[in-house]
């Protein structure tokens, strides 16, 4: 990393004070002296060398991560790097220019399956995780089959929220919440399901969920003294509902729930806990 003007003038003067021959010589203290201002000009031009230097280290660093064996990583970025309604250049991996606006893609996540790799991908749409519309869908996986690998074979998905149903035990403190789980000082209605929900929201796409992290997310609720999961379930497309005892990975990279239907609150006062 480049050093400081500063500190590159200082190690000059050092090194001219400790010279046996021009130490002697050259003992002016002030910052316009000569010899001090040829060696701001040394340190200018010695920082303009070490900066370039960093610039070029950084510019071969991603021409060489860019030419390595595509790992997960780069199947992500260029499912993001997709640009909804462009053409590639041809018989390349790139667009001609980078439209921000076209590309759809917000999130993705690249797993390892039987026999090739599964993309995951989601929108943003009204600021929340959707899945791409099925014209962007079928031209995203025209595009990841231009862009891959020889012989990859990819499973390209985005689907609906995985589906999160839950029943909850709530032990709250009475002198902050009510029997129907609202703030007493009137700043929140529905703090719990709220916090329910910015859990999910806060999972990374295609992050694990772990159970005891969403009870513990619960219990620091102002007001809730203790979160008990009697029942926690999810699930996905058609399928049944199957209970989350430990964790659970969504099959669509994220999770959704109706507070209204899908959350089952029972609201039980409870003294602090010392």
Known sequence: MARTIAVIQQSIISNVQADAALGPQLTSTSSVAIWRLWTYVIAVCQYVLESLFDAHVAEVAATI???????????????????????LV?????????????????YA????????????????????????????????????KLVRDACVRLQVTSG???????????????????ATGARLDGT???????????????????GLFVLNYFVNAIAVVPGV??????????????????????????????????????LTLSFIPHSPVQ
Request: aromatic share 10%; hydrophobic share 45%.
């Open 65 to 87: 991560a860019g030419m390595a064996p595509h790992t997960l990583l780069w199947y992500v970025n260029k499912a993001k790097a997709f640009q909804y309604g462009y053409a």
């Open 109 to 144: 996540a690249a797993t390892e399956v039987n026999n090739g790799l599964r993309i995951k991908v989601a929108t943003l749409s009204g600021g929340a995780l959707a899945p791409l519309s099925a014209p962007q869908l079928t031209a995203f996986t025209a595009y990841m």
């Open 188 to 206: 929140g209605n529905t703090p719990v399901q709220d916090a329910v929900t910015a859990f999910l929201d806060s999972l990374p796409f295609n």
């Open 160 to 178: 609906n929220p995985d589906r999160f149903v839950a029943d909850l035990s709530i032990y709250y403190d009475p002198l902050v919440l009510d």
């Open 225 to 262: 003294v203790i979160c008990k999961a009697n029942n926690v379930q999810a699930t996905y497309a058609a399928l049944p509902l199957s209970a989350i005892t430990l964790e659970y990975l969504p099959d669509a990279g994220y999770m959704t729930c109706d507070t209204s239907a899908d």
């Open 90 to 106: 041809p018989d390349t991996d790139t667009y001609a220019v980078t439209d921000t606006t076209a590309q759809v893609v917000n």
